[in-house]
């Protein structure tokens, strides 16, 4: 319905915004469309977040605790053969906790939590990098999102779509009315395909069973462009 109201309203009104694009169209009849594109692909890739919080009466100690668990994390990953640049913190932090007793504030002990963010470039294998974070001592996994490695050529498939679908769009208006396209003078492009998010998905140590590969569906991802293109019509 966008692209059909653009379309008539540059019809009727041929050279107000062509004037406003371009100074020297003043003497052109235009016509504007806009144009989508569709690219449908099942996901190859995906990042998950683990993290690991460690509890102590001190923040030393704390962060030993902490340090020891994600190292175990840390080499059960490796040991399915994911590259050293898939593995990249993504958060610490090291904070006191306190009690709350009769208005009163008193120190409980220390929390010392390291996050990683994790590339999984076999789908195969997200089911067992989950199960084993956790096992190996991960106190929670979420934030699982969906990509694609080669995203960039779909994209570009997308953007190839999306002016084909604005130039038939032209071509179909100036024929209704007995003119046809001539050229092209203005391609203004958007895409609108923001980076997937994470599903909502959690998983806490304590929720885990050993050995119990969490099911994963990955869907299919839309990549979509968008243009809004500017022709000249006789």
Request: charged content about 20%.
């Amino acid at each position: 319905m966008k692209a059909i109201a653009a379309m008539a309203l540059a019809l009727a009104l041929p050279l107000s915004a062509a004037a406003q694009q371009n100074p020297q169209a003043n003497d052109l009849s235009v016509v504007v469309t806009v144009g989508e594109g569709i690219v449908k692909r099942a996901p190859d890739q995906a990042w998950v977040t683990i993290a690991a919080e460690s509890r102590a009466k001190t923040p030393t100690e704390a962060q030993k605790l902490n340090a020891d668990a994600m190292s175990a994390v840390m080499a059960k990953l490796k040991g399915l053969g994911l590259p050293a640049d898939a593995i990249q913190t993504s958060a610490y932090e090291l904070r006191p906790e306190f009690d709350y007793v009769n208005n009163r504030q008193t120190l409980r002990g220390y929390l010392a939590r390291n996050a990683v963010e994790v590339r999984v470039d076999e789908l195969a294998k997200l089911g067992q990098v989950l199960d084993l974070a956790v096992t190996a001592g991960a106190t929670s996994v979420g934030g699982v999102r969906f990509d694609l490695k080669d995203r960039a050529s779909v994209e570009q498939i997308a953007l190839q779509r999306a002016v084909t679908d604005a130039r038939a769009q032209a071509t179909t208006a100036a024929q209704a009315a007995g003119m046809k396209v001539e050229r092209v003078i203005r391609i203004d492009v958007g895409r609108d395909t923001p980076m997937p998010p994470p599903r909502p998905m959690l998983m806490r140590a304590e929720m885990a069973v050993a050995g119990a590969e969490p099911p994963i569906a990955p869907g299919e991802l839309e990549i979509k462009a968008m243009v809004t293109m500017t022709a000249v019509i006789r």
